[in-house]
């Protein structure tokens, strides 16, 4: 009797954690799936805060928010190529550790020029590579 609560426990959290899972789009020749991630390293630097999103659409569009602004941009090249419009940010007074991590991540994020998925990371390239996993920011 107590493998049936232990099995329905085990696929209600299996079907919890599917729905975290970025989406494949339908881009073609594009193995980067869409859905939200969350920044978990800048550079050789780790990010232990996990207060850096950035959602990836289906027209291969960026939004997020950083430590204190929201942002977006249009992604002008077929992965794994990247290269991002003008980002479009909100002017939130940023300070301290949280605005030196938003300049420093706007910069490498605007500066990026590739991006690749592979073993559920998401790694978008350039002078400073940004890396991600699957899953929201905090606040």
Do not use: W
Request: overall charge negative; aromatic content about 6%; some cysteine.
């Amino acid at each position: 009797m107590t493998r049936i609560p232990m099995i329905s426990a085990a696929f209600a959290a299996t079907l919890g954690l599917a729905a975290c899972e970025p989406a494949t789009p339908d881009v073609p020749g594009s193995n980067i799936p869409t859905g939200a991630y969350v920044l978990v390293g800048i550079g050789s630097d780790t990010v232990p805060q996990r207060n850096v999103g950035l959602t990836i659409e289906a027209d291969g569009s960026v939004s997020g928010r950083a430590p204190c602004n929201s942002y977006s941009a249009a992604q002008n090249a077929e992965p794994p190529g990247f290269a991002l419009g003008p980002l479009v940010t909100t002017k939130m007074a940023c300070s301290g550790r949280a605005g030196e991590l938003e300049s420093r991540y706007f910069q490498a994020l605007s500066a990026a020029d590739g991006i690749t998925f592979q073993g559920g990371v998401l790694t978008i390239q350039g002078p400073t590579y940004l890396t991600y996993e699957p899953g929201q920011r905090k606040d």
